[in-house]
């Protein structure tokens, strides 16, 4: 069964810094991988997502995910946060051929001043 | 932009009440979805939709069902509350990219936290 794992549940990091989260899926099949985020009293937004091709994949806001396949992660980064950037960052999974979406648990992320 | 639409934002009820969790996507979407989502967990799927008719329970037990009788409305019902199912639903959607074999991501709506007393 696909499974996500978000290790940090909280990454608190000065603004101006940059910042990973980490992400972690179990699949024997081929995967698509996503980063969703969600502000305060809000649904999820798109952040980014890989499908195929390139294993470095760019999204909104200046982030950034890396898929590596020998490692079944997909760890997002950003070179330098700000504090609009604090709210949680949830890393999704489908496998090919099905139409569901697995997610992880969720990383808080607090930018601070 | 708010493609796909949820209401009521905030709904506190009694316990026993029966109600009804609406969700509206305005794209056209085949495919929609019910999330579970609590504080430090991950999202739980409790019901899914591929199409008008279509209706599967999720991954999650959930005591709610759904409908699927316009390919726009998805709405979520729970029968009797209980404070169990105090909790925040997402309602989300998706489609096959044309011309790509592939899924769009999911569109989620704004949510509705549902607080059972």
């Known amino acids: 069964a696909q499974s996500v794992t978000q290790l940090d549940s909280q990454v608190p990091v000065f603004e101006e810094a940059p910042v990973e989260l980490r992400c972690n899926y179990s699949s024997s099949v081929s995967v698509y991988l996503f980063w969703y985020v969600q502000y305060p009293n809000q649904g999820l937004q798109l952040l980014l997502k890989y499908l195929s091709g390139s294993t470095l994949v760019k999204g909104i806001n200046g982030f950034e995910a890396e898929f590596n396949k020998s490692q079944t992660s997909f760890h997002l980064r950003k070179p330098s946060v700000h504090i609009s950037d604090t709210a949680e960052y949830f890393c999704a999974v489908r496998t090919s051929g099905t139409y569901k979406y697995i997610f992880g648990t969720g990383t808080r992320l607090k930018v601070l001043a | 932009e708010a493609d796909i639409y949820q209401t009521p934002r905030y709904l506190v009820i009694g316990t026993g009440k029966k109600i009804t969790l609406e969700c509206s996507q305005t794209?056209?979407?085949?495919?929609m979805y019910w999330y579970q989502q609590d504080p430090g967990m991950e999202l739980h799927l409790i019901h899914y939709s591929y199409g008008v008719n279509s209706t599967e329970k999720g991954d999650l037990s959930s005591e709610s069902t759904v409908s699927r009788i316009r390919t726009e409305h998805f709405p979520l019902t729970l029968e009797s509350a209980r404070p169990s199912h105090t909790s925040q639903y997402l309602c989300?959607?998706?489609?096959?990219?044309?011309?790509?074999?592939?899924?769009?991501?999911?569109?989620f709506g704004n949510g509705t936290r549902l607080t059972v007393t």
């Open positions: 989300a959607s998706s489609v096959l990219i044309p011309g790509q074999n592939n899924n769009s991501p999911l569109h």
């Open positions: 794209m056209g979407h085949d495919k």
